[in-house]
């Protein structure tokens, strides 16, 4: 799970950056397996989801910048893409 990680973040970002729409099917699968990684990590415990959302909000450029994670704009194309689903 934690490989799969950075290659589906570029795969999210390469859409974005190319300009697809999240309502696209492809983004949407993207985003639909963005959500089960995030749902394995956190097992469905609604206090270590939160602690996991607070602490990216919290820390999101420095996650972004010094580990290759989601920016806020990526993430916010995530959820997007899942809302259009």
Known sequence: MQDEW????AKV?????AGTDPADPR????????MEL???FHGGDPGLRD????????NSVEISQRYAGPSPELIA?????????
């Open 6 to 9: 950075p290659e589906l973040i």
């Open 27 to 34: 983004v949407r699968a993207l985003a639909r397996r963005w």
């Open 13 to 17: 970002r390469a859409e974005q950056e």
């Open 77 to 85: 194309y995530v959820k997007a893409a899942n809302a259009a689903g």
């Open 51 to 58: 602690s996991l959302y607070r602490m990216q909000a919290e």
């Open 38 to 40: 995030l749902a394995a």
